[in-house]
């Protein structure tokens, strides 16, 4: 999957967005805030796929993007500290 910074609000967010790709629409939000001496990050996911239904979307790909996400962050996690 090929992406694409398509918003940078330097240090509150940014967006990437797939340009090419196996999805029909990929948009990933990173959004960062500041608590105390930490910092949260949330992504938020809006995806399309090219071949399921939104009802299959909802079933299969979105919970396999949260928990690959998660995964992804929690390595995250893990090397940066």
Known sequence: MT??????DRPTHFV??????????FIHEHRFEQ????SRMTDVI????P???????????????RRLIAKRNAHLVTALS
């Open 3 to 8: 992406s694409r910074i398509t918003v940078l």
């Open 51 to 65: 071949i399921f239904g939104s009802f299959t979307e909802r079933v299969v790909l979105v919970p396999y993007l």
């Open 16 to 25: 990437d967005q797939q340009v090419r790709g196996p999805f029909k629409s």
């Open 46 to 49: 809006t995806v399309a796929s």
């Open 35 to 38: 608590l105390n001496d930490r």
